[in-house]
């Protein structure tokens, strides 16, 4: 059983940031790819950004240059550091990781940009 924990999400003004974590735990042998993804109320969750296993990265058009993501694969932990929030970036925040033919999700961490 694999379980994915997120947690830093909160309420944040408009220019501020916040960093997100997410912890994987269980019986894991190696994870591929971490990224995390978003949801706002009443859209379709939508892809944030990636990090392989070897550390190459991958962003979405509306966070590149603000948000950054690392990982630190000897604690099987994965970061989302969230730069110039802006009141669009209001979202529960959901963490993923591919870990052999399966991916695992965690439970969201919402986040809120007040304007």
């Known amino acids: 059983q694999v379980q994915l924990v997120e947690s830093g999400g909160g309420l944040v003004q408009a220019g501020g940031s916040l960093r997100l974590s997410c912890a994987a735990s269980?019986?894991?042998?190696?994870?591929?790819?971490m990224g995390w993804y978003r949801q706002a109320p009443g859209k379709q969750r939508e892809w944030v950004a990636t990090i392989t296993r070897g550390g190459a990265t991958n962003y979405a058009d509306s966070v590149k240059g603000r948000f950054t993501i690392s990982r630190v694969n000897s604690k099987n932990t994965v970061y989302l550091q969230m730069n110039s929030l802006k009141p669009e970036d209001t979202a529960a925040y959901y963490c993923?990781?591919?870990?052999?033919?399966?991916?695992?999700w965690g439970q969201g961490t919402q986040v809120t940009v007040s304007s």
């Open positions: 993923n990781a591919e870990i052999g033919p399966f991916d695992y």
């Open positions: 269980g019986h894991i042998l190696s994870i591929n790819g």
